[in-house]
């Protein structure tokens, strides 16, 4: 510590020389290497962050192959090789739930994808700024309410003492049974996710457009295009490298779907409708005990997962794109 | 873009167009609005008006306090949201703290370790730990129940870093030449050049923490008791499960708080959000998102 202060006041005291060639090359080098230093001592308490909370966690994956007793520890129980997987693979109820995944996921791709897209064209076509700025800000809010209020918000407004509802009965129409219905649950979750989502999600597009050059309207313009044309030949041609990254890391994250979203509903509708692997390892252990198994179907999750955002990465470069990781 | 700027180029819109496009608009607005002014006006009315209308209010004919006031009054809800309060604020500090000087030690060439690091912490994107062993981790470290295992474990988004680090690279090159002519020390370039520079940086990620800080319920429920909850936890057990969507809640007792209680807690977990968000705003429109989304 003593050399660093030393070395600091001697940068000081020797400035005129630093327009020295030679002399500046010098002193930059003595600078690098405390620069260096303390630029690692900086970047130590993030560091330490990482290590502990995420690889340190990570090596716990090793109790997937135990079978955990939390009395003896992670390190004490005893060793069961693959019974864990095998156990999972032979669970019906794991297979449910993968299914379920797999099956919201692509409910998602389907009818979630294409909203934010939509919207974004039809904010980007807004000429009236004032207009389009008040309506992405009141798009944008809803991916800053946590999913505990979301949920509350669809009770209040779809439950069975809800406002739909509630219309409905004046009307006298029947009425509508969503929440806490399990055959609704899917749809449901989607129309959440529209809800939350889909106005943040318009940002990457709107982005994308923004992009367009201006003098390419014009041109197709003057040569005749009306605006379907234009939209044809212009916009789409310029954004379809968005799309096609976003649809393909959607596609490498098909195993994610909103675990808190599905947690806090879960109870209401039963597993059948509403399991899905993230919450299959949340209730088997933390709520079941059933650590090394819990983590086996994490572990399996976590594997498959990476394998495949890491191949949606390749296919997005294969196809000319720039993917997440460079 | 000026107000209004329709290019010279582009044909007069059809009417039919304009008003399709007005329809769409409006309810976007709507479906985005009515679900909190359901909760709001529900909020506010009374308890017998709320439930001769079958569990909620579009529009208060005689607006109350009252549900708001018997919140205050202390319990449950008041201890929630000072907890809330404090993680939110103590954690912000500490996650902007740590990504700061990560993110800048990794914007800076030639850092000892820095490639590694950098490639450690974005391998972390591509695989997450998982919930078992992380629950375990905590466990082991002897966290449980501490409100510091609502914040170690989030400590830093690989995301928010991301963006941090972007803005520190684009920052030029020569106001750090500059500094280092002057004779500033690392730190000294941190603190007077750099952080003066990145307000909207330090801005923007410091809101998504605090946001993230304030909207999180699921650490709470896996390593808190009850009686250290903060308040999104206490939304999920008293309103959502209330409601019948889980039986969580049945044992403690609060179950049957008047429906109008229920709302009113909602409205408090919202409207801090809807307290920062236009400054959120205001930052989004300076690109400081866009220009990270795209790298």
């Given at each position: 510590m003593a050399a660093v202060v030393r070395e600091r006041t001697g940068t000081e005291a020797v400035?005129?020389?630093r327009h020295h060639p030679n002399g500046a090359r010098t002193k930059r080098k003595g600078f690098q290497s405390r620069r260096s230093?303390?630029?690692?001592?900086?970047?130590?308490?993030?560091?330490?962050?990482?290590?502990?909370?995420?690889?340190?966690?990570?090596?716990?994956?090793?109790?997937?192959?135990?079978?955990?007793?939390?009395?003896?520890?992670?390190?004490?129980?005893?060793?069961?090789?693959?019974?864990?997987?095998?156990?999972?693979?032979?669970?019906?109820?794991?297979w449910d739930a993968v299914l379920n995944t797999l099956w919201i996921a692509v409910l998602q791709i389907v009818f979630y994808f294409p909203v934010p897209l939509a919207l974004a064209l039809l904010?980007?076509?807004?000429?009236?700024?004032?207009?389009?700025?008040?309506?992405?800000s009141v798009a944008y809010l809803p991916h800053f309410i946590s999913w505990v209020i979301v949920v509350a918000l669809f009770q209040q407004v779809l439950g069975d003492t809800g406002m739909l509802n509630g219309y409905l009965g004046d009307a006298g129409l029947s009425t509508v049974d969503i929440i806490g219905n399990p055959d609704a649950f899917k749809p449901l979750t989607v129309a959440q996710v529209i809800w939350k989502d889909a106005g943040w999600g318009t940002i990457i597009f709107l982005a994308a457009l923004s992009q367009v050059d201006e003098q390419q309207y014009e041109a197709a313009a003057i040569d005749g295009a009306g605006p379907w044309r234009r939209f044809w030949h212009v916009t789409l041609p310029a954004i379809r490298p968005v799309i096609v990254l976003l649809l393909i890391m959607r596609l490498g994250d098909i195993l994610s779907v909103g675990f808190e979203q599905m947690l806090l509903q879960r109870d209401a509708v039963g597993p059948e409708a509403a399991e899905i692997i993230d919450t299959f390892v949340y209730y088997q252990g933390i709520v079941g005990g059933d650590y090394g198994f819990a983590a086996a179907a994490g572990l399996f999750k976590g594997v498959i997962g990476a394998l495949l955002v890491y191949a949606a990465n390749k296919v997005a470069h294969r196809l000319g794109e720039q993917g997440v990781y460079k | 873009m000026s107000a209004s700027a329709r290019p010279a180029w582009m044909e007069k819109p059809r009417p039919t167009t304009q008003a399709a496009k007005a329809v769409a608009l409006v309810v976007v607005v709507l479906l985005v609005c009515v679900p909190f002014l359901v909760i709001l006006s529900t909020s506010l009315a009374s308890p017998k008006e709320v439930v001769d209308n079958g569990g909620w209010v579009l529009w208060p004919t005689e607006p109350t306090t009252q549900a708001y006031r018997d919140i205050f009054e202390g319990g449950i809800v008041t201890h929630a949201l000072g907890v809330s309060a404090g993680v939110t604020v103590v954690g912000t500090l500490f996650s902007l703290f740590c990504t700061v000087t990560l993110a800048y030690a990794l914007s800076r060439p030639g850092v000892f370790g820095g490639r590694p690091v950098l490639l450690l912490v974005l391998f972390t994107f591509l695989f997450p730990p998982g919930i078992i062993p992380s629950f375990l981790l905590v466990k082991e470290l002897g966290l449980l129940d501490s409100y510091g295992s609502l914040i170690f474990p989030v400590l830093i988004n690989v995301f928010n870093l991301v963006v941090m680090r972007g803005f520190f690279q684009s920052i030029p090159e020569e106001l750090y030449e500059a500094a280092r002519l002057d004779g500033a020390g690392d730190w000294r370039v941190l603190w007077s050049v750099v952080l003066p520079l990145s307000k909207a940086a330090l801005a923007v990620v410091g809101l998504f923490y605090a946001v993230a800080y304030w909207n999180s319920w699921f650490y709470a429920s896996l390593y808190l008791e009850s009686d250290h909850w903060p308040l999104q936890q206490v939304l999920r057990t008293y309103v959502v499960a209330g409601s019948g969507l889980t039986d969580a809640a049945t044992s403690e007792g609060t179950v049957n708080a008047p429906q109008t209680v229920q709302m009113a807690v909602l409205v408090i977990a919202t409207v801090p959000i809807l307290l920062i968000y236009p400054f959120l705003q205001k930052y989004f429109t300076k690109g400081v998102l866009t220009g990270a989304i795209k790298s």
């Open positions: 400035t005129p020389s230093r303390t630029l690692f001592l900086l970047m130590l308490p993030g560091l330490g962050y990482f290590l502990v909370f995420h690889y340190g966690a990570l090596a716990g994956n090793v109790i997937a192959f135990k079978d955990y007793v939390p009395f003896d520890g992670i390190w004490g129980s005893p060793w069961v090789g693959l019974g864990n997987f095998q156990r999972m693979f032979q669970d019906a109820e794991f904010l980007h076509t807004l000429t009236w700024s004032t207009v389009r700025r008040f309506v992405q | -």
